[in-house]
């Protein structure tokens, strides 16, 4: 039938060719060149551009953190070695899903440290484009992790280390108000021996 070859060559060739082809064919004084190659124009879907984030060694295993208390993660000894001489406080993160966390204070220092057991969602949450993050491979004892720097706030700095699939254990060391601050590469730098030595302990006692 006349419209269904019609509707073919639409969806083969493009309007643009259909056209071009029935005013040649009528038109008896300019015959059809069939030399010539008419070529349509079609809009192209670009999909969004992708970023290439660092690339994190596999895990020596898995750490499962359901069912640990974060503030028991560093030993007595170890808070003491990194200057974190406060009670170890508990509480309950909602920027990371509800996670348990807690929170130690360095009182000579002047410096807060952060473990929280994110359980529901994977690592890789920070190598998406809209975390908006500066985000660096390293490990922790071992363990693939990301040292993340997030632009314009200088006084924090973190360490996201792979725990287990959909499981990241999240180190945080921030300046508590010294003056003048700390500079980010040595709160990296504590953030780092912070994720070591939770990371040693988890393993020790897992």
């Known amino acids: 039938m006349p419209g269904t070859v019609l509707n073919r060559l639409i969806?083969?060739?493009?309007?643009?060719?259909?056209?071009v082809v029935v005013i040649a064919l009528t038109d008896t004084d300019h015959p059809v060149n069939t030399a010539t190659t008419?070529?349509?124009?079609?809009?192209?879907?670009?999909?969004?551009?992708?970023?290439?984030?660092?690339?994190?060694i596999p895990r020596?295993?898995?750490?499962?953190l359901d069912n640990v208390n974060p503030c028991r993660i560093l030993t007595s000894a170890q808070r003491t070695s990194l200057s974190l001489d406060s009670t170890p406080t508990p509480y309950v993160d909602?920027?990371?899903?509800?996670a348990r966390a807690c929170?130690?204070?360095?009182?000579?220092?002047?410096?807060?440290?952060?473990?929280?057991?994110?359980?529901?969602?994977?690592?890789?949450v920070w190598l998406d484009y809209t975390a908006q993050v500066d985000a660096q491979?390293?490990?922790?004892?071992?363990?693939?992790a990301l040292l993340?720097?997030?632009?314009?706030?200088?006084?924090?700095?973190?360490?996201?280390?792979d725990a287990a699939d959909n499981e990241f254990l999240d180190v945080m060391l921030r300046d508590g108000g010294n003056n003048p601050p700390i500079p980010q590469d040595a709160l990296c730098a504590?953030?780092?021996q912070v994720a070591d030595a939770a990371v040693t302990s988890l393993v020790q006692h897992d």
């Open 11 to 19: 969806a083969a060739t493009g309007i643009a060719v259909v056209v």
């Open 38 to 56: 008419h070529h349509s124009q079609f809009s192209t879907v670009v999909p969004p551009p992708t970023t290439t984030g660092p690339s994190l």
């Open 60 to 64: 020596p295993g898995s750490i499962p």
């Open 94 to 98: 909602p920027e990371f899903d509800q």
């Open 103 to 124: 929170s130690i204070r360095g009182l000579e220092s002047g410096t807060e440290a952060r473990l929280a057991l994110v359980t529901s969602m994977g690592v890789d």
């Open 137 to 144: 491979a390293t490990t922790a004892s071992g363990y693939p």
């Open 148 to 161: 993340i720097r997030t632009p314009g706030l200088s006084t924090v700095c973190t360490v996201e280390v």
């Open 190 to 192: 504590g953030a780092q």
